[in-house]
């Protein structure tokens, strides 16, 4: 019999950011890079962004007002898929970010995944420079491909030094080889839609460690005080020296966030 293709719910809400090696900006990507992207495309719509590790709690490091964030362990994961399969198949304004552990995690949760028949979901597979990433994006692109034939399947390149295309094949050798130095591309064995690139800076370490708020939020409270800074100088100038100080840095941090989420626009693009 001819399998029919079209016979099958295409969650294209559903976003699976996922690796089966830690370190690599799982987390970063999911709250600070995806959900913003993903927001800012669909303004209408509710970001939900799901952290499932057994290691990690964003909850005691970032708040968000637009983003809804639930963290849980492994052991929920299976509930928290039932939730967000129900939640997509009857509420459309609503877009789910699974933010997955590495190791062996991100393969329960594909095999949880499997279990329901999940199927037409968009995968985001975070990696950095290193060489041995290489086996591990294989191998979780493998077993994606084996189970959803309907998956698009992005490669984020995380931690760029520059968004420039030579300095960013300079950087991730892993990926697109080099001819100098005898290292073959991978990228014709890498069974990928899109690549996507985010740039290294230290205001993704700011915004988790010292403002704890997520990039968004942070985004919105920018376009404020570049809008009115003179009128919050007055304000804060009455507050007194060290008040007018500490304001005038944010406001200078402000710029550099604004400055990232516009280079978010080829993501956003890419995710529409």
């Known amino acids: 019999m001819k399998e029919n293709k079209t016979n099958h719910i295409n ?11 830690g370190g690599v900006g799982k987390t970063n990507s999911s ?3 995806i959900a913003p992207s993903l927001y800012l495309n669909n303004p209408d719509k ?9 290691n990690n709690n964003t909850k005691k490091h970032i ?3 637009y983003i809804q964030y639930e963290s849980m362990k492994l052991s929920k994961s299976e509930m928290a898929i039932n939730d967000i399969e129900f939640s997509n198949l009857t509420d459309p304004n609503t877009v789910h970010v699974v933010d997955s552990g590495g190791s ?10 499997k279990q329901v028949n999940l199927i037409g979901l968009q995968y985001i597979i975070p990696t950095n420079e290193d060489m041995e990433q290489i086996d591990n994006i294989t191998e979780i692109i493998e077993i994606i491909r084996q189970q959803d034939k309907f998956a698009k399947i992005y490669l984020l390149l995380n931690r760029c030094i520059s968004l420039k295309e030579d300095e960013i094949r300079k ?9 100098d130095l005898g290292i073959p591309s991978q990228i014709e064995n890498l069974r990928i839609d899109e690549i996507l690139f985010v740039e290294n800076s230290l205001a993704y370490t700011l915004l988790k460690s010292h403002y704890k708020i997520a990039m968004l939020d942070f985004y919105f409270e920018s376009l404020d005080l570049r809008e009115n800074i003179q009128e919050y100088k007055v ?12 304001n005038s840095n944010k406001f200078k941090f402000s710029n550099l966030v604004l ?3 516009e280079k978010l626009e080829p993501i956003r693009k890419a995710l529409l």
């Open 11 to 21: 969650y294209k809400d559903i976003f699976i950011i996922i690796s089966n090696k």
């Open 31 to 33: 709250i600070q890079v």
């Open 46 to 54: 509710k970001i939900h962004v799901w952290e499932i590790d057994n």
């Open 63 to 65: 708040s968000s007002k």
């Open 104 to 113: 062996d995690d991100s393969k329960k949760i594909l095999a949880h995944l």
């Open 171 to 179: 950087q991730f050798i892993n990926v697109f080889g080099s001819k």
């Open 235 to 246: 304000q804060w100038g009455q507050q007194g020296h060290e008040i007018f100080t500490a």
């Open 259 to 261: 400055d990232l989420i």
